[in-house]
C-alpha cells in the first residue's frame, strides 16, 4: 500500500513539474506569425514601391500619399531602408539613381564610396606581393567613403516636388529611435554574423546581445536615431562634418582605417549622362561607369537582338548558348576596360559601337562553347567616350526612378560606429587590388579599376529604366553582385521577348556567365535535364547556385495600370502602391 501511494505521489508530482515546464516554455515561445504582410506581385492604380523590407515600403508610398513625388519617396525609402534592413540599406555606403521624369527627361545619379586619401594601389598586398584578401573585405582598412547622405541630399535639392526634408526623414528617425521588429531573415543574418560583429567592433549593441535573435524581436537603434536627426537638421553637413564625422573618423581610428575628416569633407557626387541604347522597340535607360552595368547590359542586348531567341524557346539550349556567349564576351571587356570615368578614359562609344560588338560575336559558333582562357577583351580604336538592395518607384504622374545602394557585404565591413549606431562598407574590395587576382564575386580587375585616391570603385549594379515606343515601360535593378546585370538583362528577356507576367519573370529561374570561372552558374530549377546535356555537349560547364540576385521590378501595362513584382528569393521583398 505505501508502495502504491508512493509511485502515485510521484506520478501527480512529475505531472505537475511536467506542466508548469510547458507553461514557462509557452510564455517564452515567440510568435510564429511573421510580423508584418509581405506581399511579393501587386496590380495598383497608379504608385508603385517596391523595396527589400516591407516597413520600408510603406515609408516610401506613405510619401507618395503626402504629394511627394518619386525622388522624394525613393529618398524616404532608403533612409527607411537604413533602419529596418541594416546589412545592406544603409547611411554608411553608397549607390546609382536612375531617373527619367514623366517628360522623359532621364538623369543618373553616382553617389558611389570614393577610396580615402591615404589609399594606395598595392595596399592590399604582403611583402611578396601577395593580396591578403581579408584586408578588403572586413575590417576599418576595408571601408571607402560613403556617399549614400550626399547622393539623398542632391537628389531632393534637384528633384524634390515635397521640399520638406525633415519631412523625408521623420519615418526613418521613429522606426530607429521606437524601433521595429525583425522578420526571420534578419533575425537570422544578425545572429549568424554576432562573431564577426564581436571581433570587429568594442560594442556592437544593440546589433549584438547575449540571448539569440528571434522573429519579431524588437530592434531599438538609438544612436542610429541621432545620427538620422542631425542629418535631418542639417542635411549632407550633419553626416559629413560635425559630430557624426568626428564620429566615424574616431572609429578609423580605433581599428586602423584610413578615412579623415577631410575625406568626409571631400566627398562629391557626380551627375552623369545615362547610358541609352536600344532593343527593337525599347529604349534601355542605365548607369553608366562607375557602374559597369549599363555599358555591359547594353552590349549584352545588341549582341543577343539578332538572334531568334524567342523561336529558340525559354532556357532551351540554343538560347542559353546565345545569351551565356554574349555575356562570356562582355565580362571580358568588363576586366579590362571598365572603371572609374572620372579617373580613366573609359571607351563607352567604343565598347557600345555597333562595328565592334558584331565584331565580338563574329566567332560565335552555334554548336559550340567558346573557351574563355583564350578569349580576351575586344580590341579597337579609341572613338571616345550580394549585400546590396534595390529600389523601384513609379508616381502617379509617370516619374520613375531606379535605385541600387550597397554596402558590399552583408554588414559591409561589419565595422560598426561606435556612437553613430550605422555600419560602414568594405567597397574597396570592389576595386582590383591586383590586376588579374578577383574579388569577392570572382570578378577580375585591371588598370581601369586599380586603387587611387579619391576613385571611385567599380561596381556590377544596374539600376534600369525601360521605355517601349516613347512610354514607361519598366523600372527594374537588383543586389547580387556579379549577378546583377546577367539577371536585369535575363528579367527584361522574359518580359520582352517570352512574354511572361513581371511577377514570373522575376521569378523564373536563372543562369550567369561572367567570362571567369569559365562556367555558366544555375540555379537549381533552371533549364531542364535535356538541355542542360546539350549545353555540356557543346563544350558548356554548368555550376549549380542556390541563388543570384533579387530583381525588384515595376512595370506599366497596357490599361495604364502598375504591376509591382518583388523578388521571391528573398521573403522580405515587398511590393505595396495605390
Known sequence: MYNKYCTKS??????????????FAACRTKP????????????????????????????????????????????????????????????GGGGFMVVRMADGAAD????????????????????????????SKVGHLAVGVPGTVAGMEAAFNKYSQLKDWKALLAPAIKLAAEGYKITQSEADRLNKFKEQFEKYNE????????????MGDLLVQKDLARTLTRISDRGAKGFYEGETAGLIVAEMQRGGGLITLEDLKNYRIKWRAPIVSNYKNYKVITMPPSS?????????????????????????????HVIAEAERRVYADRSKYLGDSDFYPVPIDSLLDSTYLAMRMADFDPAKAAVSDSLSSG??????????????????????VSVTTTLN??????????GGGFFLNDEMDDFSAKPGVPNFFGLIGAEANAIEPGKRMLSSMTP?????????????????????ITAVLQTFLNVAEYKMPLDKAVAAPRFHHQWLPDEIKVEPTAIDTLERKKLWDMGHHLHEVKRMALIKAVQVLPDGKLHGAADPRNPDDHAEGF
Open 292 to 320: 559597369s552595368g549599363g555599358v555591359a547590359l547594353s552590349q549584352m542586348l545588341e549582341m543577343i537582338e539578332p538572334f531568334p531567341i524567342a523561336d529558340y524557346g525559354f532556357q532551351s539550349a540554343k538560347a542559353v
Open 10 to 23: 510521484k506520478q501527480s508530482s512529475f505531472f505537475w513539474i511536467f506542466s508548469i515546464v510547458l507553461i
Open 108 to 135: 543618373a545619379l553616382d553617389y558611389r564610396e570614393q577610396a580615402p586619401a591615404a589609399a594606395r594601389r598595392d595596399m592590399y598586398l604582403d611583402s611578396t606581393g601577395t593580396v591578403v584578401e581579408q584586408l
Open 32 to 91: 510564429t506569425a511573421p510580423p508584418y504582410t509581405i506581399v511579393q506581385s501587386v496590380v495598383e492604380d497608379s504608385c508603385m514601391v517596391v523595396a527589400g523590407q516591407p516597413l520600408a515600403s510603406k515609408v516610401g508610398v506613405e510619401i507618395l500619399r503626402q504629394g511627394g513625388n518619386a525622388v522624394d519617396a525613393v529618398i524616404a525609402t532608403q533612409f527607411a531602408l537604413a533602419v529596418v534592413h541594416p546589412r545592406a540599406g544603409n547611411i
Open 409 to 418: 557585404l552583408n554588414y559591409g565591413s561589419k565595422v560598426l560606429v561606435e
Open 379 to 400: 580590341n579597337f580604336k579609341r572613338v571616345e567616350s550580394f549585400e546590396t538592395t534595390h529600389t523601384s518607384i513609379v508616381d502617379s504622374e509617370g516619374n520613375a
Open 203 to 214: 560594442n556592437a549593441a544593440p546589433f549584438v546581445r547575449k540571448q539569440p535573435w528571434n
Open 464 to 484: 534600369t529604366i525601360v521605355e517601349k515606343d516613347g512610354k514607361l515601360f519598366m523600372v527594374l535593378g537588383a543586389p547580387g553582385g556579379s549577378t546583377i
